[in-house]
């Protein structure tokens, strides 16, 4: 099995299962880090750093999953020629996402891996600020690594707030420019401006830590793991009925059967998995042959994002477990436009009147409606990612729908 597993809490990094790249130092300390990667390959030319993350086929372990190349050379090509015009890079280890335990994980057990993939960052844009967000353990745990370090004295430290949209790329730069981090209307991509009007890159921590690998080992060796439309590595929250968030680092394209499995998950009494956390999709357990993969999942209507699987066992109803979810995800907004502030609530609750049952058959055109409306027209994708969540539960909880419909609940009154 390709992975490497880490219960949380844990004072150390497990023995590896397999696959372990992103902990193999063993230990958080430089030493560790040093004796295991040696220093990072800080003369290499832009060019070839692009280059080699461009065939890596790396992109984003926040969520959206952006080619990391692209979004590095988009802001070193809206450079400007003065201090004032020059990129900034970020590095983001919020977890608002409440299933999700990675980048704390990662910041914790190899934080100077992710300061070196910041800094490579920084050298391929030729950015002169960096910043690293994130909670306070983590943060406490990035400080201790940067006292033993002098090329990161310069990386300037931010706590994160705990809610759900404070990881959002633009909340990001809006916490570190106004201490407030709401999502922005953006009608300009941040690689041209962001923090500042300066071009901004905005990369999760797991992907900077990739970063540093790349730079080291080089494209054929990322690849040498995963499929070809999922090389290499990444962090995986895996949770469920018995099981507490647990964090592995899995090959691209693990079966998710596998996955659960990794952790202690029976996979014979489950009902669906969530894939992709509270902005993801219901995969029904007929189908936990899929691979995480963007291609596998496509038909889902989601992708492994920043990693999160949620198992929902047999027991459960997955109209009630889903109403619990998208509540939440309504009082989550920034509640700064229509969208967050009337439409998800309302969704919520049209979706809460179908689980309690035996409501009006058109309730689930209801919801629909209200999903359409909320899609593409808020400040941020939060709407965006709610409406999918809903939308997929009405998909793969179908017999629940149509049951709870005729007033009875196929788990309590099979």
């Not at 993350?53 to 050379?73: I, Q, V, Y």
């Not at 002098?150 to 931010?158: K, N, Q």
Request: glycine content about 12%.
């Amino acid at each position: 099995m390709s992975t490497v597993e880490m219960t949380i809490p844990r004072a150390a990094v497990a023995p590896p299962m397999g696959v372990n790249r992103l902990f193999a130092a063993g230990a958080p300390d430089l030493a560790s880090h040093l004796a295991r990667f040696g220093p990072a390959p800080l003369g290499l030319t832009p060019g070839q750093l692009l280059g080699e993350l461009e065939a890596s086929g790396l992109d984003g372990r926040g969520g959206a999953g952006f080619a990391t190349w692209r979004k590095l050379a988009a802001a070193r090509t809206s450079a400007g020629p003065t201090a004032y015009s020059a990129p900034v890079v970020i590095a983001n280890g919020a977890e608002g996402e409440p299933m999700s335990a990675k980048d704390e994980i990662l910041l914790r057990h190899a934080p100077h891996l992710v300061l070196d993939g910041l800094l490579l960052a920084a050298a391929v844009t030729g950015a002169r600020e960096v910043h690293l967000y994130s909670g306070p353990v983590q943060l406490a745990s990035v400080r201790r690594a940067i006292a033993e370090r002098s090329d990161a004295r310069g990386v300037i430290l931010h706590e994160a707030p705990d809610y759900f949209v404070s990881g959002e790329a633009s909340a990001v730069v809006s916490a570190i420019e106004t201490g407030v981090a709401i999502p922005r209307d953006r009608r300009v991509r941040l690689a041209v401006s962001g923090l500042g009007g300066r071009p901004t890159v905005v990369s999760n921590v797991e992907t900077l830590a990739h970063v540093a690998l790349v730079a080291r080992f080089g494209a054929a060796w990322f690849r040498s793991v995963g499929t070809d439309d999922s090389p290499g590595t990444r962090l995986l929250t895996v949770s469920g009925d018995a099981v507490d968030r647990k964090v592995i680092e899995a090959t691209g394209g693990l079966p998710l059967a596998e996955a659960l499995g990794a952790v202690g998950i029976d996979t014979s009494r489950l009902r669906a998995v969530l894939v992709g956390g509270y902005h993801g999709a219901w995969v029904p357990a007929s189908d936990l042959w899929v691979r995480l993969s963007n291609r596998e999942l496509e038909p889902y209507g989601t992708r492994p994002g920043a990693g999160i699987l949620v198992a929902l066992g047999e027991q459960h109803c997955g109209l009630a477990a889903s109403v619990g979810i998208a509540r939440y995800l309504a009082a989550q907004s920034a509640r700064q436009c229509g969208p967050c502030v009337n439409g998800l609530p309302a969704m919520a609750e049209v979706l809460a009147r179908l689980a309690a049952g035996g409501g009006s058959a058109r309730l689930p055109d209801e919801v629909r409606r209200l999903a359409a409306v909320v899609t593409g027209r808020g400040a941020c994708r939060h709407p965006d990612g709610t409406a999918r969540f809903v939308l997929s539960t009405l998909e793969a909880f179908e017999s629940d729908v149509r049951a709870h419909l005729a007033g009875y609940c196929e788990v309590t009154h099979p």
